[in-house]
């Protein structure tokens, strides 16, 4: 599975912005998909997942009630939806795609930087 991220940009804090993540090849098989955020001088850090089914979605507790996790099996795209941008999510943000319950996320995008100004 290639996926491939992208809507990150400049915003201040309190904007919004939607990340959206496109996936290509056997994404029928696909168990899950999630979101990732690595900001500098921090290790990466799980943000959001959502099964491909639409059944179960998990958030880290710092984006709870501010970001959700959607997506459109019809294009092959999961969107995650920020509200309420602080500065410290500031971060290249990733999206991640697991093809079996119990494994790691083994495809990985390239990377979309958010930057949100105070």
């Known amino acids: 599975v290639q996926l491939q991220a992208c809507g990150g940009g400049l915003v201040q804090a309190g904007g919004s912005l939607r990340l959206s993540c496109v996936a290509s090849g056997l994404t029928f098989s696909m168990y899950r998909m999630g979101w990732f955020r690595q900001a500098p001088g921090k290790e990466r850090e799980f943000v959001a997942a959502?099964?491909?089914?639409?059944?179960?979605?998990s958030y880290a507790d710092s984006v709870k009630g501010r970001f959700t996790i959607s997506r459109a099996i019809a294009k092959n795209t999961v969107h995650l939806q920020m509200n309420s941008l602080k500065p410290e999510d500031t971060a290249v943000y990733y999206c991640?795609?697991?093809?079996?319950?119990?494994?790691?996320?083994?495809?990985w995008g390239q990377g979309t930087l958010v930057t949100v100004s105070s």
């Open positions: 991640a795609g697991q093809m079996r319950a119990g494994t790691s996320y083994d495809s």
């Open positions: 959502i099964r491909w089914s639409g059944i179960g979605i």
